[in-house]
């Protein structure tokens, strides 16, 4: 609430739907070289990171219309 708060605040417009925390790992326009997934593997595995807590994993597929963006979720599943 803080934050649309300070975009409100602002001036700023923005998406006032709903919030879901999310990571987005890749956006694939084209499909991958082999020498382009090794470097990407490479600087994931370099980066150190931070642990997380995952709950949920789901595919999403975006498609970019005129009207906007619409994400359809390909496959969903519970961790433990």
């Known amino acids: ?15 006032d739907k709903p919030f879901k925390a999310h990571l987005t790992l890749a956006r694939l326009r084209d499909e991958w070289r082999p020498e382009d997934i090794e470097l990407f593997r490479r600087m994931i595995d370099e980066s150190g990171g931070r642990e ?3 709950e949920r994993l789901s595919l999403y597929e975006s498609q970019l219309l005129p009207s906007g963006a619409v994400h359809t979720e390909l496959a969903g599943f519970r961790l433990r």
């Open 1 to 15: 609430k803080r934050v649309r708060d300070a975009i409100r605040w602002c001036s700023a417009q923005f998406d």
């Open 52 to 54: 997380f807590r995952l």
